[in-house]
């Protein structure tokens, strides 16, 4: 119950692509779904984050769409540039307990 | 403000031998988070503080691993002894209650290598 599943394992797309991202939970006491991004070398540093209570939520070019229902969220990069090839984690937490972070997208975007 | 930080970056060291992992949250930040990852098993959490007292441990691969937390700007990260498998890096995150956000500021990493 305290997984998150994420996929793909790794992707590459090229520039302007749309690569998706998707993660699944089963814990529906979760409220809160980040997405970090790793570069290598670097720690993890928090990309973008929604609550449960909205469906969609976009910071220039990344969009996080929410499917309360399915217990899906899934991160989408409009325009992507090479600048963008790092690693993904998706996360899920409840109040300010732990995250759990999913198995991480490795993102190739090619020139 | 100089973000998480962490000492040493790199650390190398023979099998048996004791590893202290250090970490200086940011001035202000009551959670702390100490994570390994591993290209086997990801990002793994080890142990949080919250006021500088350990929460949840359940992380902690076995009694190898001990973290403290002495005050609000330290926490340590000890292995001993130290075994291969533990090769790894070892991230220190904190994060503030304060206005609601719960954003987790991760340090630079410290890269164990046991021999």
């Known amino acids: 119950q305290q997984q998150v599943k994420q996929s793909p394992q790794s992707l590459i797309v090229q520039k302007g692509g749309i690569p998706i991202i998707n993660c699944a939970y089963e814990n529906t006491a979760f409220d809160y779904f980040p997405w970090y991004q790793q570069f290598p070398g670097k720690g993890p540093a928090l990309l973008i984050a929604i609550r449960p209570d909205v469906s969609e939520k976009k910071e220039g070019r990344f969009t996080i769409s929410f499917n309360k229902s399915a217990k899906q969220f899934s991160l989408h990069i409009m325009d992507s540039q090479p600048g963008d090839s790092a690693t993904y984690f998706c996360a899920a937490g409840r109040g300010f307990q732990k995250l759990v972070f999913g198995t991480g997208t490795r993102l190739l975007v090619s020139p | 403000d100089a973000g998480v930080i962490q000492s040493p970056r790199h650390e190398v060291t023979e099998m048996g031998q004791e590893v202290t992992l250090r970490c200086k949250p940011i001035s202000g930040h009551d959670y702390l988070f100490w994570y390994r990852q591993t290209m086997m098993r990801g990002l793994e959490l080890l142990i949080y503080f919250n006021n500088n007292v350990p929460i949840d441990d359940s992380g902690m691969p076995e009694d190898r691993f001990s973290a403290k937390m002495p005050n609000a700007s330290f926490s340590t990260l000890k292995i001993q002894p130290s075994e291969p498998r533990d090769s790894a890096v070892y991230f220190c995150?904190?994060?503030?209650?304060?206005?609601?956000?719960?954003?987790?500021?991760f340090g630079p990493g410290t890269r164990l290598t046991v021999t």
């Open positions: 995150a904190s994060s503030s209650t304060r206005g609601g956000r719960r954003e987790q500021y």
